[in-house]
Structures are given as structure tokens and as C-alpha cells.
């Protein structure tokens, strides 16, 4: 979302000689989610908005600490977990834990470490109508657009439920857009067409109009803080940053957040194929406060391919907040036997997985034809 009231904060993004960034970082691999039902978060994704199932993993669970060393969450959790590829270059990661501890009610949009995706579509309302043909996914509001003196006038946007509750927005995005007058930096998108694969071949059942995954967004603390760890730590590019009276009911009730307060958000591109909005409601009555965990429904990880997993977890267990969690392994066998990752708690709350999933050796690609969005040729500052 692109706020639409309010006065624009254009701030021109700089990139220098020597780029910040995770060490061998490519693109961002995969956005993962935490569900209370996987079999609906499948059919969702795979059905509702035409993404392809490419994999799903046999049950994760420990009799040790492994669980809580390694991914934060209590040690007698256990995971299911899917991966599906959605559109021509997001995978999509959806996580269903059953946990002691876990919080089964997901966070609300202004709630701390709360997201939503965006999808880019051609056309807003055949994409609604789609979704409400496809399942009982209203709307929040009428459609919007962006107006004129914001740095993007011309969007035109709407929010959606989910079964999971949390948001997806949908939005069509002019050729041009204002912020475009003071900055370099620009957004990913729009792709060509909506395809779950790599060969070219149509996608079946793709949502009317629908490109690419548009961003993902995520609410924070502080923007400063988030930002300022997004661009000089994982090596983000500053887009614009703008702001929202929510005072107008309409725009609060469109966002799913309750009237008062102001909304400051800043836009980052986030390597080759990626966008990302961070959101902060700093006076926004009853907000949670606590970031989710993983296994809480609406937890949440975003995940960068580097070349490296070692060097890239030394990268960040030398920045200030920042904890990895246990040491990079190897997974030995099964499906992803191959592939080596980590994860890394940082100072804003986000969970970072640093990963190498070596193209083309997985196991599971012996099964299907379906394939996760490979690193390939992909280079973080190749945009």
C-alpha cells in the first residue's frame, strides 16, 4: 500500500561505489509465513491465486533443544511445512506448527512484526471479482487510488482477507510514478505474465491480470531503526517514504486498522526481483507490542540466497541486535538434502534466514516438475 493522504517524504535514495549488503547475498529466496492450516493455506495459494505447490515437507520435530536453538520456538514444537512457488519470481514458504506455547490468534495490521503481500495486477476489479468467485475473500473497502502529490499517485489498490488473517493487497501500478522524478531507485516489477515456471509454459488458474508478487510488508517499531538496518546491513535501496492521517475512517478502515494516528512508511527495493514496505503506526491504540514467533500464527521469516552461508552468519553475528540462532547446518537428506541455512534473530525482531540451495541437485525435483524461483544468474545490485 501507498498511502494516500498526507504529505509526501521523499527522501532520494543514494547507492555508493562499495554497496552495503550481506556478503554473496543474490535475491531474496523465499517469504515465509506461519498458518494455523496448512491444507487451507495450500489451497489458497494454489487455487485461489495460482501459485504451484512445489513441495511439502514431512513433519519437523525434535526430542532435544534443536527446536528452540535453531528456530526459536519451544522445544516440543513440531512444523509441517510447503513451499510454493507464486508467479515468476517469489517462493512462498507457509509454515503450520503445533507448539505448548504458540498464539493461534495472528496479529492485526498495525500489531508489531504483522505483514501482508501484494500482488501486481492489471486490473484491480477483475482480480477482486476473481477472488470472490474462488471463495468467500472480501474486501476491506472499495478500491482506491493514490492521489495526485504522493510519490504514488496513480495506484490503485485494495485489500483482501485471507484465511490465515493476514491482508493481501492488490494493486495496479502506472507506468511512471511521481517518486520517479527524485530517485534512481526503482521498484521490481511489473513481470510479463504470471508463470510458476522458469520454461515459459502458461500458468492454469492464475488470478485475472495478475503479474508478480507486488512486496511484502511488514510493521515495525521504529522506521528509522528498520531502515536503517534494511539498507546498510542486508544492503536494501531506499524507494521514497510517505505518510497517512489516519484520522480519515475510510483510509483507517481500507488498511484494517483503527482510526487514529498517523501511518509512516518508507518503500525499499530489496536485491533483483523483490520490494518491500515497512510500516509503523507509532500512536496506534492497542497495538501489540511483541514481535510473533515463528510458530505463532503469523510469524514470519524472510530468507536471502548468498553463496555463503558461513561468511553471510558471520556478517550478521557481527551487527549490533542481531543473534544467529545455533549454526549454519546442512540438511543431510530428504527432500532438500543439500541444502545448508541458518537463521538469524536481528535487533528490529525480523527473522532472517541466510541460505544455499544449490539449483538443479535437490532431491525433491525427481518428483515434479514444479521448481522453487532458482538463484540462477541473479545478482543482488542487478536490477
Keep these: 500500500m501507498t498511502a494516500n493522504t498526507g504529505p509526501p517524504?521523499?527522501?532520494p535514495?543514494?547507492?555508493?561505489?562499495?554497496p552495503q549488503g550481506v556478503p554473496g547475498a543474490r535475491r531474496v529466496d523465499h517469504i515465509a509465513f506461519t498458518v494455523p492450516d496448512l491444507d487451507v493455506a495450500i489451497d489458497f495459494t494454489v487455487r485461489v491465486l495460482g501459485g504451484e505447490l512445489v513441495y511439502r515437507l514431512p513433519p519437523l520435530a525434535h526430542d532435544d533443544a534443536w527446536m528452540r536453538e535453531h528456530l526459536d520456538v519451544h522445544p516440543r514444537a513440531s512444523a509441517e511445512i510447503a513451499l510454493v512457488r507464486l508467479g515468476p519470481a517469489t517462493n512462498l514458504e507457509l509454515f503450520a506448527y503445533d507448539s505448548p506455547d504458540h498464539c493461534e490468534v495472528p496479529?492485526?495490521?498495525h500489531d508489531l512484526g504483522s505483514t501482508h503481500l501484494g500482488l501486481h495486477v492489471t486490473d484491480v476489479d477483475a482480480a477482486v471479482s476473481a477472488l470472490r468467485d474462488r471463495g468467500p475473500w472480501h474486501p476491506y473497502g472499495p478500491v482506491r487510488t493514490v492521489p495526485h502529490g504522493l510519490p504514488g499517485?496513480?495506484?490503485r489498490w485494495v485489500r483482501v482477507t485471507t484465511p490465515w488473517g493476514m491482508p493481501l493487497e492488490l494493486r495496479s501500478v502506472p507506468a511512471s510514478l511521481p517518486y520517479e522524478r527524485h530517485t534512481p531507485a526503482r521498484r521490481f516489477g511489473p513481470c510479463a505474465?504470471?508463470?510458476n515456471r522458469d520454461d515459459g509454459s502458461a500458468t492454469a488458474g492464475a488470478l485475472p491480470s495478475a503479474r508478480n508478487v507486488d512486496h511484502l510488508a511488514c510493521t515495525v517499531a521504529d522506521l528509522d531503526e528498520a531502515e536503517r538496518f534494511c539498507t546498510q546491513v542486508l544492503g536494501a535501496e531506499q524507494i521514497y517514504r510517505t505518510t497517512a492521517d489516519?484520522?480519515?475512517p475510510d483510509l483507517a478502515a481500507a488498511l484494517?486498522?483503527?482510526?487514529?494516528?498517523?501511518?509512516?512508511?518508507?518503500a525499499l527495493r530489496m536485491g533483483p526481483t523483490d520490494n518491500i514496505e515497512l510500516n509503523c503506526f507509532p500512536d496506534s491504540p492497542g497495538a501489540r507490542r511483541a514481535w510473533p514467533r515463528n510458530s505463532d500464527v503469523g510469524g514470519n521469516h524472510l530468507a536471502l540466497y548468498v553463496d555463503d552461508v558461513d561468511a553471510?552468519?558471520?556478517?550478521?553475528?557481527?551487527q549490533p541486535g542481531c543473534t544467529v540462532l545455533g549454526a549454519p547446518e546442512t540438511i543431510p537428506a530428504g527432500p532438500l538434502a543439500g541444502d545448508r541455512w541458518v537463521y538469524v534473530r536481528t535487533g528490529i525482531g525480523l527473522y532472517i534466514e541466510v541460505v544455499h540451495m544449490p539449483d538443479g541437485t535437490l532431491p525433491y525435483e525427481r518428483g515434479t516438475a514444479a521448481r522453487r524461483r532458482p538463484a540462477g544468474g541473479d545478482r543482488w545490485w542487478n536490477r
Design 9 to 11: 517524504a521523499l527522501r
Design 13 to 18: 535514495a543514494t547507492r555508493t561505489t562499495a
Design 107 to 109: 496479529p492485526r495490521p
Design 153 to 155: 499517485a496513480g495506484i
Design 193 to 195: 505474465a504470471w508463470r
Design 246 to 248: 489516519l484520522t480519515d
Design 256 to 266: 484494517g486498522v483503527p482510526r487514529g494516528g498517523t501511518l509512516h512508511q518508507t
Design 312 to 318: 553471510a552468519a558471520a556478517y550478521l553475528a557481527a
